[in-house]
């Protein structure tokens, strides 16, 4: 009997120990890699002006969702022609900028997709008078532009790193302006690789 009682309360002791530790046990998040086909940023162009006026609203983009987001605030990235926001910084002075209160930054990394696998803080830089956290014009941020055949290409092996708007990380690869990526058919239509890294204690995707 006392060999009985001590097997069941050696039993009841390994249930709580195996149930503590299954509490304990943190959930993690899976890391999300997506493609996003055809995301419309149009922008109007006035060039009867000087210097020409862009208009038009920002299309923003929500990375722990996957999508476009109407939200006001709660969104990580905006897309409008060429332009890329992040929701972090301060206005630069476009028009229709929406508003910031997160904390996304961004930088440029070199190398393939593949390869670009690890974060480093100390690159990131945010929106603000001095400039855009991914630089506008052709060859200083994700794109080249060919007057000759008036066509806007991303440049191959250049990687945009993210801080989103509440800290965690994402990573993009942009394909194409254009829409079903065909340069004939319409532009200001992105076609881009992210990955998603929803654990902002792992700067790693």
């Not at 086909?37 to 020409?52: I, K, R, V």
């Not at 609203?57 to 996957?66: A, E, I, Q, T």
């Not at 060859?139 to 440049?155: E, K």
Request: include cysteine; hydrophobic fraction near 35%; glycine fraction near 6%.
């Amino acid at each position: 009997m006392i060999n009985f009682r001590l097997f069941s309360f050696a039993v009841v002791v390994q249930l709580l120990i195996f149930s503590c530790t299954d509490d304990q046990a943190p959930e993690t998040e899976a890391v999300q890699s997506e493609t996003i086909a055809n995301l419309h940023a149009p922008q109007t162009s006035d060039y009867t002006t000087n210097p020409p006026t862009i208009s038009g609203d920002f299309v923003k983009f929500d990375f722990s969702s996957g999508a476009v987001t109407t939200h006001q605030t709660d969104w990580d990235i905006a897309f409008r022609g060429t332009t890329i926001l992040v929701n972090g910084g301060s206005s630069t002075g476009l028009s229709s900028e929406p508003e910031r209160i997160g904390n996304a930054a961004a930088y440029i990394m070199e190398g393939t997709f593949s390869e670009v696998n690890n974060i480093d803080e100390l690159k990131f830089s945010q929106d603000g008078e001095n400039g855009l956290a991914i630089p506008t014009g052709s060859g200083n941020g994700w794109y080249n532009y060919n007057p000759a055949n008036n066509i806007v290409s991303a440049i191959p092996g250049r990687v945009l790193v993210f801080r989103t708007a509440d800290n965690n990380y994402a990573k993009v690869e942009i394909l194409s302006y254009y829409k079903d990526s065909d340069t004939s058919s319409d532009s200001q239509h992105y076609t881009f690789n992210y990955t998603y890294q929803p654990d902002s204690e792992k700067e790693s995707f």
